[in-house]
């Protein structure tokens, strides 16, 4: 351990021990018994979202804007361009101010651009790593402290807001000791192994030195399937335990069954499995027709360099370019559909 990473872990046990807060010490205490059960890390892969740095506020910062969980630079592209957009449509009624927001979305109509600004405000599109802990047992599951609704239901309904969205890219920011160890960790990270292609790994590289400083992204939690080759996500990340294990009981209640097409007796067989899960309560694993899933618990992380988070890479792949997605909206506030 180097001195640095001494000093800063220090400090951030001398913080908790000043806080004096139980809450805080039972996570510390789950972190530490989590780094003991679940020793390794499993990379998914790169994830990608929108920061924005408005110079107004007293302390200008980056912020995330859109959720990092995008495949695709593309994706988050677009993503901006609607934000844009719409704040044009609707956010406003200043000709100049309107004008202004649409040039940048021009731009992203003809450009695979990461950064575009507009009215002094600067939106970046940014990369980060997906990964979880993994054991002897596979991937971690969700903690007794990770939060969970206070009133959780079953029921089809729009789930908790995502933690990303107005999220300050503060990479002096830790919960505690072993968080802000992690993160230390996490500096020198780069790809290794035979799987990815040389320019990706010299990215990497690359990235570590000029991004040298990384920001823990709030936890989600995703539903994971264990195969021959290890454990496959199937479906989103949610903000909560509770909302992946209603994507799982959905899936298996009955819109897997519309989507594989499922005979009458395999769609029985998975909904009796359904109804066991969600009568279990907090239960992290469902097992049907010999396939197992599993809610896990899912990390991400920004590189964060002297101008703030990373963009995305040389080699990091789109399957389509930009376009225009939205109709011709004209200064004045007129939506022009017919060009």
Same mark, same amino acid.
């Given at each position: 351990? =180097?001195?640095?990473?001494?000093?800063?872990?220090d400090?951030?046990?001398?913080?908790?021990?000043?806080?004096? %807060? #139980?809450?805080?010490?039972?996570?510390?205490?789950?972190?530490?018994?989590?780094s003991?059960?679940?020793?390794?890390?499993?990379?998914?892969?790169?994830?990608?979202?929108?920061?924005?740095r408005?110079?107004?506020?007293?302390?200008?910062?980056?912020?995330?804007?859109?959720?990092?969980?995008?495949?695709?630079?593309?994706?988050?592209?677009?993503?901006?361009?609607?934000?844009?957009?719409?704040?044009?449509?609707?956010? =406003?009624?200043?000709?100049? @101010?309107?004008?202004?927001?649409?040039?940048?979305?021009?731009?992203?109509?003809?450009?695979?651009?990461?950064?575009?600004?507009?009215?002094?405000?600067?939106?970046?599109? @940014?990369?980060?790593?997906?990964?979880?802990?993994?054991?002897?047992?596979?991937?971690?599951?969700?903690?007794? =402290? %990770? #939060?969970?609704?206070?009133?959780?239901?079953?029921e089809?309904?729009?789930?908790?807001?995502?933690?990303?969205?107005g999220?300050?890219?503060?990479?002096?920011?830790?919960?505690?000791?072993?968080?802000? +160890?992690?993160?230390?960790?996490?500096?020198?990270?780069?790809?290794?192994?035979?799987?990815?292609?040389? %320019?990706?790994?010299?990215?990497? @590289?690359?990235?570590?030195?000029?991004?040298?400083?990384?920001?823990?992204?709030?936890?989600g939690?995703?539903?994971?399937?264990?195969?021959?080759?290890?454990?496959?996500?199937?479906g989103?990340?949610?903000?909560?335990?509770?909302?992946?294990?209603?994507?799982?009981?959905?899936?298996?209640?009955?819109?897997?069954?519309?989507?594989?097409?499922?005979?009458?007796?395999?769609?029985?067989?998975?909904?009796?499995? +359904?109804?066991?899960?969600?009568?279990?309560?907090?239960?992290?694993?469902?097992?049907?027709?010999?396939?197992?899933?599993?809610?896990?618990? @899912?990390?991400?992380?920004?590189?964060?360099?002297? %101008?703030?988070?990373?963009?995305?890479?040389?080699?990091?792949?789109?399957?389509?370019?930009p376009?225009?997605?939205? #109709?011709?909206?004209?200064?004045?506030?007129?939506?022009?559909?017919?060009?």
């Open positions: 351990m =180097t001195d640095d990473w001494k000093r800063r872990l400090a951030l046990h001398a913080d908790l021990v000043r806080r004096d %807060d #139980p809450v805080a010490w039972v996570m510390e205490a789950d972190a530490v018994e989590a003991r059960r679940y020793p390794h890390i499993a990379l998914r892969g790169p994830v990608f979202g929108v920061a924005v408005d110079p107004a506020p007293a302390e200008p910062r980056w912020r995330l804007l859109k959720p990092v969980v995008d495949g695709m630079p593309q994706q988050a592209r677009d993503g901006l361009n609607s934000h844009l957009w719409f704040t044009a449509k609707d956010g =406003t009624d200043d000709p100049a @101010v309107r004008r202004a927001l649409l040039a940048a979305v021009s731009v992203l109509e003809r450009d695979p651009a990461d950064e575009v600004e507009a009215l002094d405000v600067r939106y970046r599109v @940014v990369r980060g790593d997906e990964f979880a802990r993994t054991g002897d047992d596979g991937l971690e599951p969700p903690r007794p =402290t %990770d #939060p969970e609704p206070v009133c959780p239901s079953w089809e309904r729009a789930g908790a807001p995502s933690p990303d969205v999220f300050a890219l503060d990479p002096g920011r830790d919960e505690g000791p072993m968080a802000g +160890a992690l993160r230390l960790g996490l500096r020198e990270f780069v790809y290794s192994g035979a799987r990815f292609p040389e %320019d990706v790994l010299a990215d990497s @590289v690359r990235a570590a030195a000029t991004h040298p400083d990384v920001v823990r992204l709030p936890v939690f995703a539903v994971a399937e264990r195969g021959v080759s290890g454990w496959s996500p199937c989103s990340l949610h903000p909560t335990p509770h909302d992946a294990r209603r994507s799982l009981y959905d899936g298996m209640s009955r819109v897997w069954a519309m989507l594989y097409r499922f005979d009458d007796r395999r769609k029985a067989r998975y909904a009796r499995a +359904a109804e066991a899960f969600r009568a279990a309560g907090r239960a992290d694993e469902a097992t049907v027709d010999d396939r197992v899933f599993r809610v896990c618990r @899912v990390e991400r992380m920004i590189r964060m360099g002297p %101008d703030g988070p990373e963009p995305p890479r040389p080699s990091d792949v789109d399957e389509y370019g376009m225009k997605i939205h #109709p011709t909206l004209r200064e004045d506030g007129t939506v022009h559909y017919d060009d």
